[in-house]
Structure formats: C-alpha cells, structure tokens
C-alpha cells in the first residue's frame, strides 16, 4: 500500500534534482540516498534487472543517437565488463575487414568507408558504415566471445535496432 506524504518545496525540488536515470521515481531516488532496500510486503515481484536491462534503461542507452550511438554503448559497457578479455574482439573480422583495432588508421586501411569511431572510454575502434544486421551480428560475436549469457545477447541485439 502506498502513502502519501506532504514535503516542503525544497525537499521536492533536491529530490527532482536527485534523479538519477529518465523514469526514475521519487521513491526510487529516495531509497538510493538513504540506502534503503525494497522490502515487499506483498506478493513476490518478477526477478531484479540484470546488469544488461540495468544498462538498456539507463540515460547513456536512452538518449544514444540511433543504431551507431547504442551500438557504442554496448561495446564500451561489454569492455566495462571485463577489460582484459575485451582483447578478444580483435579477433573478429569479416571475410575482407576488419571489424575492431587499436588505432584508427588500421581501419580505416582495412577497407573504403569504415567510418571508425572510438568505443568511448577505452582503446579500441570499431567499424560503424555496417547494416544494422551486421552491427547485431558483430555483437553477437563480441558477446559470444566474452562469455554472455545467450539469452543477454538476443536482448542486446533486439535493443540496438529499435
């Protein structure tokens, strides 16, 4: 049962100020500052988001400017994940490009029209002039690769086409 409490104007307007991620409730934004969990006293709720839904929620994947700009959120949150292993990427390439390096100009050599951006936040580059298929599929590798869950990487690749 929910109730309902009266607050000054600038309690109000510290906790607006609070939110942290778009959606996030006045609840949810005091429960983070007072460390508080969320005890049900009801029916049992579906399971807690995985890391994964946590990230598709957040601001950085909302407001991502289309396939390219999610895309990029995935590569850096995967390499976020475990940086050591991310080296593992190199290793996945197209019948006749490449599709990660370390330096822009390897890719930009490996093919015309690469159009290599950074994966924010880390050292590597990645090919974007790809269809947005190939995208999925070249996150299904990366994922594949670093271990994921399989039911995580059908998510990631339905997400970055919306």
């Not at 006045?26 to 969320?38: A, Y």
């Not at 049992?44 to 988001?49: F, K, N, S, Y």
């Not at 880390?122 to 974007?128: F, G, L, S």
Request: hydrophobic share 40%.
């Amino acid at each position: 049962m929910m109730k309902t409490i009266e607050i000054d104007d600038d309690i109000y307007a510290h906790l607006k100020a609070s939110v942290a991620d778009f959606g996030e409730t006045p609840t949810d934004v005091l429960r983070r500052l007072l460390k508080v969990s969320h005890v049900s006293t009801s029916a049992p709720t579906a399971a807690e988001d995985s890391e994964l839904q946590k990230l598709l929620k957040s601001s950085d994947f909302t407001y991502a400017k289309g396939v390219v700009g999610r895309f990029l959120v995935i590569l850096r949150w995967l390499h976020d994940q475990e940086p050591a292993a991310f080296a593992k990427v190199l290793s996945i390439r197209g019948r006749d490009r490449l599709y990660f390096a370390k330096d822009k100009a390897i890719l930009d050599a490996s093919g015309s029209n690469v159009n290599a951006k950074p994966i924010p936040g880390t050292e590597y580059w990645v090919i974007t002039t790809t269809p947005t298929i190939l995208k999925q599929e070249i996150l299904q590798q990366v994922m594949r690769v670093l271990g994921c869950d399989p039911a995580d990487i059908k998510t990631a690749k339905s997400a970055i086409a919306y």
